[in-house]
Antibody, heavy 122, light 107 residues
Framework: QVQLQESGPGLVKPSGTLSLTCAVSDASITSTNWWTWVRQPPGKGLEWIGE???????NYNPSLRSRVSISVDKSKAQFSLHLTSVTAADTAIYYC???????????????WGQGTLVTVSS | EVVLTQSPATLSLSPGERATLSCRAS??????LAWYQQKPGQAPRLLIYDASIRATGIPARFSGSGSGTEFTLTISSLEPEDFAVYYCQWRSNWLITFGQGTRLEIK
């Protein structure tokens, strides 16, 4: 059973860069999955941030594209999120997750990290 | 870009009752729609994918239906552990969207 674990600072200053890492265990990061970041502001709904394939291919939420970068480090079996120029609106629980190819050919979120709260505040 | 609109925002029911949650897409998504359940303090859990296929380990009381722009998640007889927030979700080749969620609360 794949395990995902987020790590990184829980407090980031306004205008700074939010950086998180997701460690993948009990699964190969080079398998045919998309590795994904999703966030959830306190008391609100889910927002997709972006995703990375083990080849380095990425897709991003158009609303965040100018500020976000997601990368993969196969040697360390981890992938990372960088979000620049943060404001209080970026305060959220950040989840890393795996999208798995099901037999039907569709991708679905089948595994999630526990989530980590990142607060943007001076 | 597809927008997913869920209704109602909040649904108040009692254990044993039937729950019907709706997800409407702004454009046809064919059958490419999934449903997730999220309990307080937990990550979401996949319930249904491809509109009607139950994920592994999901009880038979959960069912999904629909295609195109109209989708429904039905819980046939509510158990106490079913009271949670439910999200629908769609992805294209390069974009993922979630609905805003339906909160299912105990009446």
């Amino acid at each position: 059973q794949v395990q995902l674990q987020e790590s990184g600072p829980g407090l980031v200053k306004p205008s700074g860069t939010l950086s998180l890492t997701c460690a993948v265990s009990d699964a190969s990061i080079t398998s045919t999955n998309w590795w994904t970041w999703v966030r959830q502001p306190p008391g609100k709904g889910l927002e997709w941030i972006g995703e990375v394939y083990h080849t380095g291919n990425t897709n991003y939420n158009p609303s965040l594209r100018s500020r976000v970068s997601i990368s993969v480090d196969k040697s360390k079996a981890q992938f990372s999120l960088h979000l620049t120029s943060v404001t209080a609106a970026d305060t959220a629980i950040y989840y890393c997750a795996r999208q798995f190819f099901y037999a039907s050919g569709t991708l679905n979120f089948d595994a999630w990290g526990q989530g980590t709260l990142v607060t943007v505040s001076s | 870009e597809v927008v997913l609109t869920q209704s109602p925002a909040t649904l108040s029911l009692s254990p044993g009752e039937r729950a019907t949650l709706s997800c409407r897409a702004s454009h046809s998504v064919r059958h490419y729609l999934a449903w997730y359940q999220q309990k307080p303090g937990q990550a979401p859990r996949l319930l249904i994918y491809d509109a009607s296929i139950r994920a592994t380990g999901i009880p038979a009381r959960f069912s999904g239906s629909g295609s195109g722009t109209e989708f429904t998640l039905t819980i046939s007889s509510l158990e106490p552990e079913d009271f949670a927030v439910y999200y629908c979700q769609w992805r294209s080749n390069w974009l993922i969207t979630f609905g805003q969620g339906t909160r299912l609360e105990i009446k």
